[in-house]
């Protein structure tokens, strides 16, 4: 894709991955040093359709080299694109947010220190969205990468290796186990509290909304909330023949560790049954051997499609602010 007036083209960078003769992801570079912001608007409105297609074919496109950073200036690239917004306040996220605008809120803020492992985004809940905006306000200093890998290559090679793995992920589904505090805990990547992810106050409130959404659960005498997910979906199949390993089975699995919970009772097969820890770590080395390390630079933008793509968070030193927003809210019909 060129675009005269912008001057946008496709580069490449150091491992960049290559499926069936597309890159992953795809990057687009606005050469035009003298771009202003409403020329980049105007240059996502008018391409947003073929921008769209190549996110679902690629993945994942990084826009870089436009004149955007800020929260506003992001506010208004992600309006171009005229997809339905879907509040940060409205999903069943673990995560402490911050938000700059309706549409723009800051990306998961735990300690620079934790790893946040590869997941797809809220596809731990019963409502989840279809695609993801990020943007690099502040670079780290070093590290801070947001890994990004292709949940439709590693299912297929979960079909490979782990054949009854992935028949029981796909026919069983998953359970999901969280204890939520009863005050924000920023301290955690998963610190969020029961008021603020059911938009409740009172305890009552609360298990009206988990009814709603089909949870079971129990409240501790800290005033804290065990809540426990109905079944949900481990794949998705995305278009005819082609499935998704859709879940945050390794980021639960791995990281879901803080004073109130402990990852091997976070996550479960549909049924009730433990999963095989060395089978879900095997597949966890997997999925990092086809991870592609997105190289953040101040003012980059990432459009990444949360069905067919997992992200993360790697380590990092120094500050930094990478604002996030998502679009399209999906939702989980109830497994029986």
């Known amino acids: 894709m060129t675009d005269q007036r912008l001057n946008v083209s496709p580069v490449s960078v150091p491992s960049q991955q290559?499926?069936?003769?597309?890159?992953?992801?795809?990057?687009l570079k606005c050469e035009s040093e003298l771009a202003t912001l409403d020329e980049a608007v105007a240059w996502a409105k008018e391409n947003r359709e073929?921008?769209?297609?190549q996110c679902q074919t690629h993945g994942a496109?990084?826009?870089?080299?436009?004149?955007?950073?800020?929260?506003?200036?992001?506010?208004?690239?992600?309006?171009?694109?005229?997809i339905e917004n879907f509040p940060y306040e409205v999903s069943l996220s673990n995560a402490v947010r911050t938000n700059f605008t309706p549409r723009v809120f800051s990306a998961n803020e735990a300690p620079s220190t934790v790893t946040i492992y590869l997941?797809?985004?809220?596809?731990?809940?019963?409502?989840?969205?279809?695609?993801?905006f990020f943007c690099c306000w502040q670079a780290a200093d070093e590290g801070g990468a947001t890994p990004l890998c292709r949940s439709d290559i590693l299912f297929e090679q979960m079909q490979e290796r782990f054949p009854q793995f992935a028949f029981d992920c796909e026919t069983k589904g998953l359970k999901y186990t969280n204890v939520m505090p009863a005050a924000?805990?920023?301290?955690?990547?998963?610190?969020?509290?029961?008021?603020?992810?059911?938009?409740?106050?009172?305890?009552?409130?609360?298990?009206?909304?988990?009814?709603?959404?089909?949870?079971?659960?129990?409240?501790?005498?800290?005033?804290?909330?065990?809540?426990?997910?109905?079944?949900?979906?481990?794949?998705?199949?995305?278009?005819?023949g082609r499935k998704v390993f859709f879940?945050?089975?390794?980021?639960?699995?791995?990281?879901w560790k803080d004073s109130r919970n402990d990852?091997?009772?976070?996550?479960?097969?549909?049924?009730g049954q433990p999963l095989d820890r060395d089978t879900v770590?095997?597949?966890?080395?997997?999925?990092?051997?086809?991870?592609?390390?997105?190289?953040?630079?101040?003012?980059?933008?990432?459009?990444?499609?949360?069905?067919?793509?997992?992200?993360?968070?790697?380590?990092?030193?120094?500050?930094?602010?990478?604002?996030?927003?998502?679009?399209?809210?999906?939702?989980?019909?109830?497994?029986?």
Not at 224 to 235: C, D, G, I, K, Q
Request: hydrophobic share 40%; aromatic share 12%; glycine share 8%.
């Open 263 to 271: 990852p091997s009772k976070s996550i479960t097969f549909g049924d």
């Open 18 to 27: 290559s499926y069936d003769g597309e890159v992953f992801p795809l990057i």
């Open 50 to 53: 073929d921008l769209l297609r």
């Open 61 to 82: 496109i990084l826009f870089r080299g436009f004149p955007l950073g800020e929260p506003s200036e992001f506010d208004q690239f992600i309006a171009a694109f005229e």
């Open 281 to 336: 770590m095997e597949v966890a080395k997997m999925a990092e051997q086809l991870t592609f390390d997105l190289p953040w630079q101040n003012g980059d933008i990432a459009l990444v499609d949360n069905f067919l793509v997992m992200h993360g968070r790697r380590t990092f030193q120094g500050p930094r602010k990478i604002l996030a927003s998502l679009l399209e809210m999906g939702q989980h019909a109830h497994a029986t």
């Open 119 to 132: 997941h797809h985004e809220m596809a731990q809940t019963p409502i989840f969205p279809s695609k993801l």
């Open 247 to 255: 879940n945050q089975l390794i980021a639960a699995f791995c990281g």
């Open 184 to 240: 924000n805990d920023a301290s955690s990547g998963m610190g969020r509290s029961w008021q603020s992810t059911f938009r409740v106050e009172t305890q009552e409130q609360a298990q009206a909304r988990m009814a709603e959404y089909g949870y079971t659960w129990g409240w501790q005498e800290d005033g804290s909330l065990r809540a426990t997910t109905p079944v949900l979906p481990a794949v998705r199949e995305v278009s005819p």
